[in-house]
């Protein structure tokens, strides 16, 4: 047999060789070269996959520097007091995050008659309870972040912003169930009393509210 011919029957064997071994060398994408969390290393000297945050940094959104921000407790104590003011904007997230997050345990008024609770999953104290509507602030907070009996931690899924927003809600749910008229400012108390409207998010009468494009209310002029 000529070099030639010995030659090209060598290549066209290891050809069929590599096409038989190419099936056991394919990397799929579901069996990727990564690693799962608590999985040790070769590659690193201390033996972890899991790297130390690097001195110095800080991930972003977090804030560690604010005890009562990101824990919810002054002093080691759960907080009486909100790490900032409390406004209608706040109001609103919360009130659109409860949504979202809270009602299916705690129905939309807090009373704990959720749809998960009619199908079955155990039924969370309403917040109406007195013990509740006793609690501080930093107790919603905490419950949020850490979870509580059977409800789970939920600081994955809420930001620690949307944790107070929340945690605000729940607090106006609360006066909302037992509100008396001494609650109410005066202005908006009388006003009431003689049967006026009242702007929702000011509490004030409709008509002493300016119209959009700024022209005194009830003018006549157009």
Not at 56 to 77: F, I, N, P, Q, Y
Not at 148 to 170: E, L, N
Not at 190 to 209: I, S
Request: net charge positive; proline share 8%.
């Amino acid at each position: 047999m000529s070099s030639r011919v010995m030659a090209r029957a060598l290549g066209v064997a290891a050809f069929g060789l590599a096409l038989v071994a190419a099936p056991g060398c394919r990397q799929d994408m579901h069996d990727q070269p990564k690693y799962v969390p608590y999985r040790g290393s070769r590659f690193f000297k201390d033996g972890r996959s899991a790297r130390p945050r690097i001195p110095g940094t800080v991930s972003r959104g977090e804030r560690d520097d604010d005890t009562l921000l990101v824990t919810g407790k002054a002093d080691g104590k759960l907080a009486e007091v909100f790490p900032e003011p409390v406004t209608l904007a706040m109001l609103e997230r919360g009130h659109q995050r409860f949504d979202i997050f809270c009602s299916p345990c705690h129905d939309r008024a807090g009373t704990g008659q959720g749809m998960i609770v009619m199908r079955g999953y155990k039924q969370p104290t309403s917040f109406h309870d007195e013990r509740l509507r006793g609690m501080p602030p930093g107790y919603f907070f905490d419950v949020i972040s850490n979870g509580f009996g059977v409800m789970p931690s939920y600081a994955a899924q809420v930001p620690v912003a949307d944790r107070w927003a929340i945690a605000a809600y729940v607090r106006a749910l609360q006066l909302s169930q037992h509100a008396t008229v001494a609650d109410v400012p005066a202005e908006s108390r009388t006003a009431f009393l003689e049967g006026k409207t009242l702007d929702p998010k000011t509490g004030l009468p409709m008509q002493d509210a300016a119209p959009p494009d700024g022209r005194a209310a009830g003018s006549g002029h157009e």
